[in-house]
């Protein structure tokens, strides 16, 4: 997806979550061999997230994105609204393979749930036009369109190829792209026929399918979520009941198989709900880091040693580089004119988490771009050099 494409979809999530919400988001497998075994991780690590698609990704982009000072770049090798067979490890190792010669930072495979989808047109989505998400019926939680299967062979590709590449893991994508309204689980549970504890145990099911694969694949992997909707409270839904968001309970029946089956894979909760990418004010970001804190405590406990929080924020060159998404709260009243004063932002973000990552939307930063590069890369240097524990590349 182009860096215009995932500004639409932002914009579009940012509205769909401030309807659910009521507020604006905020076992050892044989395969597991020392040499497939995790890099350890530094106290800081700083990970590009700017919709990168592998067959659009050439080596002279990675020779660049090698400059600058993140520890690590999440790519897709099968983007949220594909509809192609699914990737092989293969596909996905010969890639790597060929950047690790430019570049010794980590390639994360990025996979989305969003395969498993059906459409709503009311959105007006020009990725989803096809018949392949038209066939499916609200979701694909039973495998009845062969969604499900597509999308969980990817999952295992993509966790044997960074097994297979010794990167630390992958990127999970739990984003609704194609039917933002089933985030309220109760209207999930009504377009696929069933009654709401029935969809929440079939989505729990999905994701105890996918720590059992992961285990199995890449015993040792890091699963950075990009969210997991763990810290925001039940909201009232359709039904006049209280659940919480709907791919919530992926990440609930995946961390509940890990700890119960005694898995060695770590779960991050990256932020983009609960945490978001922009604030007004760097007390207001700092108020924000205490009170997710709060509410992710109980689910710290009950999954400790197995789940961290992350962070993330997201940077812009000037005012006259924003999109539309940017122009929205809480970006848009944000007191950071320019890249340059949103390293106070960065220096808290990597004070607060172990695991962090900028997205990219576009407005005016491509990494892969020297003279667009370098601004931002020297505002992260200078952040990274300003925070203890933090390795200047």
Sequence with gaps: MRQQDRSWATSIFTSALALVLGAAPQSVSSHGSPDASR?????????????????????????QFDRSYYDGLAVTFSFNYDTSA????????????????????????????????????SQKNPYTTGPY???????????????????????????RAARDSRVPGIVV????YNYYKEYDLAELARLVGKKPQEAINLLENIGG????????QYPDATLWFLFTGLGNP?????????????????????????????FRLKVISGGEVGLGYCHPSLAQFQQQIQDRAASFAPYLQRYAGILELGGTMTVWKDPASKSDWLKQPDCGPSPSATVEDLQPYLELLLKSYRYNWIYCGGDGYDAFQADSASRFDAMIAKAEANVPGTSVH
Excluded: C
């Design 39 to 63: 890099k350890p991780a530094s106290n800081h690590y700083l990970m590009l997230v700017n919709t990168a698609i592998a067959s659009k990704l050439y080596g002279r982009q990675i020779a």
């Design 86 to 121: 699914p990737v092989s490890p293969s596909e996905i190792d010969s890639k790597i393979s060929y950047w690790q010669t430019i570049t010794k930072k980590d390639i994360w495979p990025w996979v989305f749930i969003n395969r498993i989808l059906g459409v709503d047109d």
């Design 133 to 159: 998400f038209h066939r499916i019926q609200g979701a694909d939680l039973e495998d009845t369109a062969g969604a499900l299967k597509d999308f969980l062979k990817v999952w295992e590709s993509s966790l």
């Design 173 to 176: 994508d739990l984003e609704f």
């Design 209 to 216: 399918r996918m720590a059992d694969m992961a285990a199995e």
């Design 234 to 262: 039940p909201k009232p839904s359709a039904d006049h009941q209280q659940y919480l968001l709907s791919p919530t309970y992926v990440a609930l029946g995946l961390l509940d198989e890990i700890k119960k089956r005694h």
